[in-house]
């Protein structure tokens, strides 16, 4: 009991963290004279931080460092509350929504899925857009980076709470000594990098509110867009150009531009094993997808199929979501490597999901070893990545990691198979939600929305979508009894 309250007592500063961010749709609602959407937006605000407070105050007395299980708890309960406060303003503003739907629209928000139940996002209020690119954009590098920053002031140590919800094998790699630090520093260079892509997408042709939209989407490869034809709206090859390039820097690691940054060096990326794996495979996907397409015949032209190849092979790799076209109609064996290449191809440290390439590259290198260790059984071998020796420790936890992930998929896949969609439907659905990718293919593709699904068929792919966002171990291990136990 003392365990929950202790959490709860966390989670109520963060709602009140958290209710800030309704300033900004509450800013554009003025700025629109939209006067319905400012006390939408107000009493979604005033309802957020007043739950904080009031679960702060009730808590008080059993404020205390967080142990590594707090950090556990808080981080599944935080992504679990948060979306349902920020469902508020959309639950008041668009009528018919169910609280089912918004829900999916927010977690997918939050968790930089990208795919959306709702249409007609070209009338939407501007204010809302804003809400649902703000979530993008804040869930892109964790809430919970930034609240390890905010956290130390209050009284609440954060160390925790980053080791539960960053990515990758590599956590314990500080930029800086102290936590907080390290996540002003990550959130200085986002910050940074989206205030470049808004005023490049502005420069390629978008008006102000599209641009600053999509820059969040892109930054947190979240997917979400303005426009019910997403990116093919603009069918501007000069947009698709910036989004790409933003798409392959957000789905590399954050702390490799930060050094790269302070040390005013780009050779930095040229040591970075993983950064160039990312970026080789997913070139190296472009050209071959393009050139199929075009010996096809579903484009006229190597040049055309190079330019929507690209795009939307990019979008799928990284996790974005975004489209151009409908990829749907493609021969099958394009799309589906381009959802397989969203489940490995993102660096850890990214906004995106998946298996994480520094994960693809230990289990390539244990493959090798084993090889050698049934020619050598008595050889010594230790694993080597960039340079550094990848402990056996490492190695055990990323097997663990990818058993799970690809159970949890398969379980999850015959959840929605067996209440009755079809198996394209329900496969692509969940690789698009485990790996917070956006579309899928048959009725959940680009041309389509989630919104076709049941309501049962939406909450499993909510829980995919969480599950992906949060890598697997950190939901499940709350399902185990070692965890409950003292």
């Known amino acids: 009991m003392g365990r929950a309250l202790t959490v709860f007592h966390a989670l109520g500063l963060l709602l009140v963290v958290f209710s800030i961010a309704y300033v900004m749709p509450l800013l554009t609602s003025v700025i629109y004279e939209d006067q319905?959407?400012?006390?939408?937006?107000?009493?979604?605000?005033?309802?957020?931080?007043?739950?904080?407070?009031?679960?702060?105050?009730?808590?008080?007395?059993?404020?205390?460092?967080?142990?590594?299980?707090?950090?556990?708890?808080?981080?599944?309960?935080?992504?679990?509350?948060?979306?349902?406060?920020?469902?508020?303003?959309?639950?008041?503003?668009?009528?018919?929504?169910?609280?089912?739907?918004?829900?999916?629209?927010?977690?997918?928000?939050?968790?930089?899925?990208?795919a959306t139940v709702l249409t007609g996002l070209d009338s939407l209020p501007p204010a809302i857009n804003i809400w649902r690119h703000e979530l993008n954009w804040l869930g892109g590098l964790g809430i919970i980076v930034l609240a390890v920053a905010v956290l130390p002031l209050l009284g609440v140590g954060g160390r925790q709470l980053f080791k539960a919800e960053t990515p990758g094998p590599m956590k314990d790699a500080a930029l800086t000594p102290r936590i907080a630090e390290t996540a002003r520093n990550l959130w200085f260079v986002y910050f940074m990098i989206t205030l470049i892509c808004i005023s490049a997408l502005k420069g390629a042709g978008m008006n102000?509110?599209?641009?600053?939209?999509?820059?969040?989407?892109?930054?947190?490869?979240?997917?979400?867009?303005?426009?019910?034809?997403?990116?093919?709206?603009f069918n501007s090859p000069e947009i698709e150009g910036v989004l790409i390039f933003f798409m392959l820097i957000a789905a590399m690691n954050f702390s490799t531009h930060f050094l790269a940054l302070r040390g005013k060096s780009l050779k930095i990326y040229l040591h970075d094993a993983e950064a160039m794996a990312t970026l080789g495979l997913i070139l190296l996907s472009c050209a071959g997808i393009s050139l199929f397409l075009w010996l096809q015949g579903v484009y006229p032209n190597f040049l055309t199929a190079l330019r929507h190849a690209s795009f939307n092979l990019v979008s799928l790799a990284t996790d974005c979501g975004f489209s151009s076209v409908d990829f749907n109609q493609w021969p099958i064996f394009a799309p589906l490597w381009m959802l397989f290449l969203g489940c490995i191809s993102a660096s850890s440290g990214s906004t995106g999901g998946g298996i994480k390439m520094i994960r693809t590259l230990i289990l390539f290198r244990q493959a090798g070893r084993e090889f050698v260790k049934l020619l050598h059984p008595n050889a010594i071998n230790p694993m080597k990545i960039g340079g550094n020796v990848i402990p056996n420790s490492v190695v055990f936890a990323v097997l663990g990691f990818i058993f799970l992930y690809f159970m949890s998929a398969a379980t999850l896949i015959f959840a929605l198979l067996i209440s009755g969609l079809d198996f394209i439907t329900a496969f692509t659905a969940i690789i698009a939600c485990i790996n917070n990718a956006g579309p899928g293919l048959g009725a959940v593709g680009p041309a389509s929305n989630f919104g076709v699904l049941s309501p049962f068929q939406i909450w499993i792919c909510t829980f995919a979508m969480l599950v992906g966002?949060?890598?697997?171990?950190?939901?499940?291990?709350?399902?185990?009894?070692?965890?409950?136990?003292?």
């Open 36 to 114: 319905s959407m400012s006390l939408d937006f107000l009493l979604a605000m005033v309802w957020t931080a007043a739950a904080g407070i009031m679960m702060w105050l009730l808590t008080r007395r059993h404020k205390s460092e967080l142990s590594i299980r707090h950090g556990y708890l808080l981080v599944v309960t935080m992504w679990t509350t948060m979306p349902a406060f920020a469902t508020i303003p959309l639950l008041l503003s668009i009528p018919g929504l169910s609280f089912t739907e918004a829900y999916f629209e927010t977690m997918s928000g939050l968790t930089t899925s990208g």
């Open 208 to 233: 102000w509110l599209d641009a600053i939209c999509h820059a969040f989407a892109v930054m947190g490869l979240g997917g979400f867009s303005t426009h019910d034809a997403n990116v093919g709206y």
């Open 469 to 486: 966002r949060l890598e697997v171990f950190t939901v499940l291990i709350l399902f185990t009894p070692h965890f409950w136990r003292k």
